[in-house]
């Protein structure tokens, strides 16, 4: 995630400090050093350091079950408003998701029981180290139970979809959790305008992430089974290494293209896009495509699953790629291409 940095690992998974939780941190305890806000001591800033360490542990706690599944983890980033693993895939057997999302407020749970079985050991002759364990015990019980209201993609909203997907399609299952995660995102909102403005904040996560999650289950659907080779272009307009700028931009313009593959007879030399090209500069008109082309070209193959060439196309953030079979360019596929191709499938459905 951007503007996040790796803190440390734990089963092999990054987790990284996104800078606005220094930044919150650094306001907290800025806040109880200075007196600023009547009731923010030290001890309350000790307290929530504590509580977002249990949120490591309750991400850590999905994680490590997701793994055992063999779901891989990216990382865990933390964030003002709690943590995020970031699963490589999402697990579509209902009862691995109902384990993966009870384990991290299981987590939590397990932390109360702990610290209020401490409560009653050290109350007599530490009271004060009890008081503080009885304060966190409190918070996980409320971390844990708030994490358990059924609004996706929260861990409750998570239950709910492994609950429905038992008896219905795993997207029918995803849209009606997402659809109860928008409106209880919603009922958070209203009432965080009159209670406490934090709410507001979740809310909108609440809201946003239930939304995405749900069209990426969508497309996931809607092209499973289908390969590159029934959606590229076989017909690809190349363009040779020696082509000018001004000449490729002319092409662009009668053609209404953005990017071309550079090949040297059916050998793929690299891509040139507007982007590329809008790097250069007055006086460059003469020069060939080659000083601009990009040479390190992520291609996809005509068996690859179209999901997988839309994950490719997502993640580096491009807008077509070169299809390539025996070292040979024999297609290209572009996001456009598969979007067109998901309204035609939505139609059929």
Same mark, same amino acid.
């Given at each position: 995630?951007?503007?996040?940095?790796k803190?440390?690992?734990?089963?092999n998974?990054?987790?990284e400090?996104?800078?606005?939780?220094?930044?919150?941190? +650094?306001?907290?305890?800025?806040? +109880?050093i200075?007196?600023?806000?009547?009731g923010?001591?030290?001890?309350?800033?000790?307290?929530?350091?504590?509580?977002?360490?249990?949120?490591?542990?309750?991400?850590?706690a999905?994680?490590y079950?997701?793994? #055992?599944?063999g779901?891989?983890?990216e990382k865990?980033?933390?964030?003002?408003?709690?943590?995020?693993? +970031?699963?490589?895939?999402?697990?579509?057997e209902?009862?691995?998701?109902? #384990?993966?999302? =009870? +384990?991290?407020?299981?987590?939590?749970?397990? !932390? @109360?029981?702990?610290?209020?079985?401490l409560?009653f050991?050290?109350?007599q002759s530490?009271?004060?180290?009890?008081?503080?364990?009885?304060?966190?015990?409190?918070?996980?019980?409320i971390?844990?139970?708030?994490?358990?209201?059924?609004?996706?993609?929260?861990?409750?909203?998570r239950?709910?979809?492994a609950?429905?997907?038992?008896?219905m399609?795993?997207?029918?299952?995803?849209e009606? @959790?997402?659809?109860?995660?928008?409106f209880?995102? =919603?009922?958070m909102?209203?009432?965080g305008i009159?209670?406490?403005?934090?709410? !507001?904040?979740?809310?909108?996560?609440i809201?946003?992430?239930?939304?995405?999650?749900?069209?990426?289950?969508m497309?996931?659907?809607?092209?499973?089974g289908?390969?590159?080779?029934?959606?590229?272009?076989?017909?690809?307009?190349?363009?040779?290494? @020696?082509?000018q700028?001004?000449?490729?931009?002319?092409?662009?313009?009668q053609?209404?293209?953005?990017?071309?593959?550079?090949?040297?007879?059916?050998?793929l030399?690299?891509i040139?896009?507007?982007?590329?090209?809008? #790097?250069?500069?007055?006086?460059d008109?003469?020069k060939?495509?080659?000083?601009?082309?990009? #040479?390190?070209?992520?291609i996809t193959?005509?068996e690859?699953?179209?999901?997988d060439?839309?994950?490719k196309?997502?993640q580096?953030?491009?807008?077509?790629?070169?299809?390539?079979?025996?070292?040979?360019?024999?297609?290209?596929?572009?996001?456009?291409?598969i979007?067109?191709?998901?309204? =035609?499938?939505?139609?059929?459905?």
């Amino acid at each position: 995630m951007k503007y996040s940095f790796k803190i440390f690992s734990v089963f092999n998974i990054p987790v990284e400090l996104h800078i606005s939780f220094l930044l919150l941190m +650094a306001l907290i305890y800025g806040v +109880a050093i200075f007196n600023l806000v009547p009731g923010v001591d030290l001890n309350a800033a000790l307290l929530i350091t504590l509580l977002f360490v249990t949120v490591v542990l309750h991400e850590l706690a999905h994680s490590y079950v997701a793994q #055992r599944y063999g779901i891989g983890i990216e990382k865990i980033v933390l964030l003002p408003i709690g943590g995020i693993s +970031a699963m490589e895939e999402l697990p579509e057997e209902p009862g691995q998701e109902f #384990r993966i999302a =009870i +384990a991290g407020p299981l987590v939590n749970i397990l !932390i @109360a029981l702990v610290c209020y079985g401490l409560f009653f050991v050290l109350l007599q002759s530490y009271p004060t180290i009890a008081s503080f364990l009885n304060y966190f015990a409190l918070v996980n019980v409320i971390l844990g139970a708030f994490n358990l209201i059924p609004a996706y993609p929260m861990d409750g909203g998570r239950v709910l979809r492994a609950f429905l997907a038992g008896r219905m399609s795993y997207l029918q299952a995803t849209e009606t @959790a997402a659809s109860v995660g928008k409106f209880l995102a =919603i009922i958070m909102a209203v009432v965080g305008i009159f209670w406490n403005y934090f709410l !507001i904040l979740i809310a909108l996560f609440i809201y946003i992430g239930a939304d995405a999650e749900y069209k990426e289950i969508m497309i996931s659907t809607l092209l499973e089974g289908i390969k590159v080779k029934e959606i590229m272009t076989p017909q690809v307009r190349t363009v040779p290494p @020696a082509t000018q700028v001004e000449e490729l931009m002319e092409v662009m313009f009668q053609n209404k293209h953005m990017g071309y593959p550079v090949t040297d007879g059916d050998n793929l030399l690299g891509i040139i896009t507007f982007n590329d090209i809008s #790097r250069a500069n007055k006086g460059d008109e003469k020069k060939p495509v080659t000083e601009f082309m990009t #040479r390190d070209v992520i291609i996809t193959h005509p068996e690859e699953p179209l999901n997988d060439a839309l994950a490719k196309l997502s993640q580096a953030n491009i807008g077509r790629l070169p299809v390539v079979e025996d070292n040979q360019l024999v297609g290209i596929i572009s996001r456009t291409d598969i979007m067109r191709a998901m309204e =035609i499938l939505k139609l059929k459905k």
